[in-house]
């Protein structure tokens, strides 16, 4: 027990000898200490600054952040007011003694935090105007214990094989042996999409990782499509294409009939019949025309194989182009047109 006394005296006799070297190196050696033995309390450790009664000790894990911080009310207490010019410093009493400056105006006092890696001691003075106090911290670091992580057990290796769907039948596109599960599912899944219209499984040690069935879209039908012109009785094919869509035979149907207004067509798909327009022959028949002057008549056209119609735009035509003179037209014998001069 005297064993253990003694060495509590002497840590403690070291820790108060560097606590009076900072007080010396703080002052400029202005202030000189005759000798630096243990102090019986805080007020007694020098006769110019004052060791504050204030103190404090911190038990954390290494590692961890503390704040040496001095309360509000300390301060006021130990005679300091809001407004004083405060001159702080803070110096770690270790192996290597660090001084850092930090300059302060408002009454409250937080220090810088600082990360614990070993035990210590702190030394914090603070001056203003005559004042000049030594706040104390002690740090106890316990060492942090860091439970170690499972070892994750080796992934398997196994054979992975790709298939492609095809007809109700699996193509095999890819076997690849010593692979792990997740290095299967990704590679066939990047074949799945580079092969967006095909339906694709795939198997990792025999098990079933990856599946897509694609419906395919059903076929238009394709086939031969027929064109003709119809001439009474007869069917005189004008057109004649393989491998075409019923839609698209059709609308080329349609637009030939637009084009020959005047014809019956017909048209056919695959042997089907998709389109018939038949147009009316009109009569054809002998067209005159006669000018008039008095009781005579004399013939200016005969036009053999025409229609009324068009006998009858023709005589209009003659009439109008001779205004003074009388016109009479007749088709097949019969009157279709009469002016009098």
């Known amino acids: ?42 007020s007694e450790l ?3 600054p004052s060791l504050s009664e204030f103190s404090k000790t911190i038990s954390a894990v290494e590692g961890d952040n503390v704040d040496l911080s001095i309360p509000d009310d300390t301060m006021e207490t130990l005679g300091f007011k809001e407004g004083d010019e405060l001159a702080v410093k803070w110096i770690y009493i270790g192996d290597d003694e ?14 810088p935090t600082v990360k614990l890696t070993d035990s210590g001691s702190y030394a914090v003075t603070v001056e203003a105007e005559d004042k000049t106090l030594i706040f104390l911290f002690s740090l106890f670091v316990q060492e942090k214990n860091v439970t170690p992580e499972p070892p994750q057990p080796n992934p398997s290796l196994e054979t992975y094989e790709g298939f492609f769907i095809e007809d109700g039948k699996k193509r095999l596109f890819i076997r690849t042996e010593n692979i792990t599960k ?22 990792w040690n025999g098990d079933e990782i990856f599946e897509r069935i694609v419906t395919p879209k059903p076929k238009t039908p394709r086939g031969v499509y027929r064109g003709y012109f119809l001439i009474g009785a007869k069917k005189h094919m004008f057109i004649q294409t393989k491998n075409i869509t019923k839609n698209q035979a059709l609308s080329n149907c349609k637009t030939n009939a637009k084009n020959n207004p005047t014809k019956s067509i017909l048209c056919t798909w695959k042997s089907q019949l998709i389109f018939k327009r038949v147009v009316k022959t009109p009569k054809l028949g002998t067209y005159r025309g006669y000018f008039l002057n008095g009781s005579s008549k004399r013939v200016f056209i005969v036009t053999k194989n025409i229609s009324r119609e068009n006998a009858l735009a023709n005589c209009k035509i003659n009439a109008r182009n001779n205004p003074s003179k009388g016109i009479m037209c007749t088709f097949n014998g019969s009157y279709i047109y009469r002016r009098n001069p």
């Open 98 to 111: 660090v001084e850092t400056e930090i300059p302060h105006k408002d009454l409250t006092l937080t220090l």
């Open 46 to 48: 020098a006769s110019g």
């Open 1 to 42: 027990m005297g064993g253990e006394s003694g060495d509590r005296q002497v840590k403690s006799h070291i820790f108060f000898t560097k606590v009076c070297r900072i007080l010396f190196i703080l002052f400029f050696q202005t202030i000189l200490f005759q000798g630096c033995s243990e102090p019986e309390s805080f």
């Open 182 to 203: 997740e290095e299967a599912l990704a590679n066939c899944k990047k074949n799945a999409q580079s092969n967006p219209t095909r339906s694709i499984v795939c198997e």
